[in-house]
């Protein structure tokens, strides 16, 4: 599956529950949520987290949570793009060319 199919599926997704049709302001509060829970997953990978009413996580558990939580920040970055009618590809290529630029014969 490329990362084009993985939005169009996703927008379809979103469609049906009725959740696609919320404003970007809505999905950027989605995305800042899942952000911090993003944060809180790797604070426990590095970190660990002491907190009593937690059982303590494997390292694939912990493994396995970053992946989910990163994952739902890059669906709620892919659905705001499509609501800006931004192919998911697009963003790649934006930032290996702004990055390029950037750095262009500094590498």
């Not at 912990?62 to 697009?90: C, G, R």
Request: hydrophobic share 40%; no cysteine; proline share 3%.
């Amino acid at each position: 599956m490329t990362i084009t199919d993985h939005q169009e599926w996703l927008v379809k997704f979103y469609q049906q529950r009725n959740w696609y049709q919320y404003s970007p302001f809505v999905h950027l509060n989605f995305l800042t949520e899942e952000t911090g829970e993003v944060s809180r997953a790797i604070r426990a990978v590095e970190i660990g987290r002491d907190h009593p009413g937690e059982e303590k996580a494997t390292p694939a558990e912990l493994q396995a949570n970053l992946k989910e939580e990163l994952a739902d920040a890059l669906d709620q970055v892919l659905v705001i793009s499509s609501l800006y009618d931004i192919d998911a590809q697009d963003l790649l290529q934006a930032s290996e060319a702004k990055l390029t630029r950037r750095f262009e014969g500094k590498m």
